[in-house]
């Protein structure tokens, strides 16, 4: 932990020195032609870092924060390969900025003063500089300022992320399948397949098996054609890229289906079709059988009151008969 000169940190060079040491630093910028461009001072073990790894290319990044600040502010940086690394975080309070503690950590770990502090009006600079050349280098660097309520920083390094296909790749048995894995702006080292049908994941035998072809158009893809596809090819495959600072993968979901599986929808809908239709069928017989007895009772009554309309014509005719006949006499 360390803070501002006049606090609870080592203690601070005179006045004097200081501004010698600010008047060496600009004169030596004003003989190079340049001004300079950053308030810090490399100490000793950074200036002797960087010279070593001269060679590799700068990576710069910064994080502003404030009092205010309700919530961790988090930056997440892509490396591919070794590199120096700057760091800077940058905090604004209205407080006073000598009571501001500031420390740096990586992942859980607490980095011991390779980093530096400055102090420009209401704004307070930290600034870590190192080299990233291996895995084990890589994770999370965090800046904290520690006043009434800490603030952090943090800066994710990680190598980059493979693009493959979200959603499951559906194919038929007997046929052919190409997979494919993709880096954005990277070039892997080496690319590997794995398939998987549960938690273990198997290397693809592609010398020997002739089903299994892996090639790639450019250095930053690679695709694996799965040939003569059957059910037991269903599952997942893992694409694997190895980086000089990591490894990434990214996984597609294969899922084989067989021609009868269709069939079986077919099938299922025709058999539905049919039982529609025989349903209504039916409905409309047992609604003819209910009209048919109510038919039949209304031609029984139509002839009852036909025999009955004749009935009665024959007696109207004999009556009248008899009638004529008195008359007669």
């Not at 390969?81 to 992942?107: A, Y």
């Not at 290397?203 to 059910?231: C, F, H, W």
Request: glycine share 4%.
């Amino acid at each position: 932990m360390r803070s501002l000169p006049g606090l609870r940190g080592p203690q601070a060079p005179s006045l004097p020195l200081l501004l010698l040491g600010l008047l060496a630093a600009v004169r030596r910028s004003l003989e190079d032609g340049h001004p300079s461009a950053s308030p810090f001072t490399s100490p000793p073990i950074q200036e002797e870092m960087m010279t070593k790894y001269s060679n590799l290319s700068l990576e710069s990044h910064n994080i502003s924060l404030t009092e205010h600040s309700n919530k961790p502010v988090e930056k997440n940086i892509t490396l591919e390969r070794p590199s120096n690394i700057e760091l800077t975080c940058q905090f604004t309070t209205s407080r006073d900025l000598n009571s501001v503690n500031v420390t740096w950590k990586k992942d859980d770990e607490l980095l011991k003063n390779n980093y530096l502090i400055n102090v420009t009006g209401r704004l307070l600079y930290t600034q870590y500089m190192f080299t990233i050349v291996n895995s084990k280098q890589m994770g999370s660097y965090s800046c904290f300022f520690e006043e009434k309520k800490e603030q952090r920083g943090t800066f994710n390094f990680k190598v980059p992320q493979l693009n493959g296909k979200n959603k499951p790749l559906i194919t038929y048995v007997g046929d052919s399948v190409v997979l494919m894995c993709k880096c954005k702006d990277c070039l892997p080292l080496n690319w590997t397949w794995y398939s998987s049908n549960g938690s273990v994941q198997v290397p693809v035998g592609v010398q020997t098996n002739d089903k299994y072809v892996i090639n790639g158009k450019n250095a930053n893809e690679t695709r694996l054609k799965i040939m003569q596809l059957s059910e037991e090819d269903q599952g997942s495959y893992w694409c694997h890229a190895i980086f000089q600072l990591g490894e990434s993968e990214e996984h597609i979901e294969l899922v084989v289906l067989s021609y009868l599986v269709p069939l079986k929808a077919f099938l299922a809908i025709a058999a539905e079709v049919v039982l529609l239709v025989a349903i209504i069928l039916l409905c409309e017989m047992y609604t003819q059988k209910r009209k048919k007895p109510s038919d039949d009772g209304k031609e029984f009554e139509q002839i009852e009151q036909l025999k009955s309309d004749d009935s009665n014509g024959i007696e109207n005719n004999a009556t009248r008969h008899r009638k004529n006949e008195s008359v007669s006499q």
